[in-house]
């Protein structure tokens, strides 16, 4: 049986394929944030079990956790090595698992540039060694920047990023909310809403340079679920962008890859019709963080009489617990719910048995 595209670390030209098959099919790939093995595992998992190609992302503080909270060090260090890590783990691994991955990093602000120019430096490495690159693509996120200071920002980041055949994320406008220490829970609602003339400015850009990036416009999305409030998600945004720049630069229709971030707590009807628009990549990471937590949460709940002691439970006196705090047991709950939410979002994305 023929697959669509072959399982493992997805890069270069490979890339651009999957994005126009979702594009053509109105599908989208869920960009799932990991934090480690336990996570980056059960993304896979989930990817092969559904047959569909999956974005695993690693953000600025998912990647430095994934190198240990124990390890200190200047400029990133932890960050950088905790993201090259990851890759490793899942070059290795993905093929096995039968999982067509984009391995992708989330939001780096400017502060946070180190972290991105030494992973592009082992980017590099890597491409030289065996014609890939570690990852497939990153974001670049210049949004607290004036636009055109973003624009010129990511162009320059975008020429590096070509070299080697790799895909670029920008951000334009604000996703409101807070994640990974970046708080924008205040900021002015005009913010949240990008304009036509943005994204046509910012696609005019970056076109000069490559085809490969994707927008992140806001349009009313947030990072992490809120009770609703006076932001309100409006995909028409993007339909809005679209014919803009199509008319504009005389294009095919949905011209932009756009990304829709803060997609935790989103309807299915809100999805599809983005989707509908151009989004082909969703990130979620709040559902997916709570999801992780409830499988351990009713574990312990269910067997707080077997954790207080290593021998002795309601069975027995002299009865043996280790069965029950091997943390393989109880890491494996997180997993598995972790999982199964992930694999609902493949489903309001429109992505199951993609692969054929
Ligand atoms: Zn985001």
């Known amino acids: 049986m023929s697959r669509k595209f072959p399982a493992g670390v997805a890069t270069g030209s490979l890339v651009k394929e999957i994005i126009q098959d979702a594009k053509e099919n109105k599908y989208a790939l869920p960009a799932c944030n990991v934090i480690g ?3 980056v595992n059960a993304a896979m998992e989930a990817a092969a079990e559904v047959n569909s190609p ?6 600025n503080g998912g990647a430095a956790f994934n190198a240990g909270k124990g390890l200190k060090g200047e400029n990133q260090l932890a ?3 905790g993201s090259v890590a990851g890759a490793l ?21 400017k502060n946070l540039l180190p972290w991105i120019d030494g992973v592009m430096d082992a980017n590099e490495t890597y491409y030289k060694q065996t014609g890939k690159t570690l990852f497939s693509s990153h974001m670049l996120d210049f949004s607290e920047e004036p636009l055109e200071e973003n624009v010129e920002l990511s162009k320059k980041y975008l020429e590096r990023m070509d070299k080697v055949d790799m895909t670029l994320e920008v951000e334009l406008g604000i996703t409101g909310g807070e994640e990974d220490g970046v708080d924008n829970s205040g900021v002015d609602n005009s913010l949240l ?10 696609y005019e850009q970056l076109k000069q340079v490559s085809n490969n990036f994707w927008v992140a416009a806001a ?7 809120y009770k609703p409030g006076n932001v309100v998600l409006t995909p028409k945004i993007l339909d809005n962008s679209q014919k803009y720049i199509q008319e504009k630069f005389n294009t095919k229709t949905n011209p932009v890859d756009f990304v829709f971030h803060g997609g935790s707590g989103s309807t299915l009807e809100e999805i599809r ?6 989004v082909i990549k969703m990130n979620i990471d709040t559902d997916l963080q709570f999801a992780f937590m409830e499988g351990i949460r009713d574990y312990f709940g269910s067997k707080s009489e077997y954790l207080k002691a290593q021998i002795g439970n309601p069975d027995g006196a002299d009865k043996p617990n280790k069965k029950i705090y091997d943390p393989r047991v109880w890491v494996r709950e ?9 694999i609902q979002a493949f489903e309001d994305l429109n992505n199951v048995g993609r692969l054929g």
């Not at 349009?219 to 679920?225: I, M, S």
């Not at 019709?273 to 151009?278: H, M």
């Open 219 to 225: 349009f009313g999305n947030v990072h992490g679920v």
């Open 193 to 202: 809403y990008t304009q036509p003339e943005e994204v046509a400015y910012v």
């Open 79 to 81: 960050a950088i090595k």
């Open 89 to 109: 783990h899942i070059h290795t691994l993905a093929e096995a698992y039968g999982a067509t991955v984009i391995l992708h990093t989330d939001h780096c602000a």
């Open 37 to 39: 093995s336990s996570t």
């Open 54 to 59: 999956i974005i695993i992302q690693f953000s």
């Open 273 to 278: 019709e983005a989707i509908g628009y151009g």
């Open 334 to 342: 997180g997993e598995v719910t972790f999982k199964k939410r992930l």
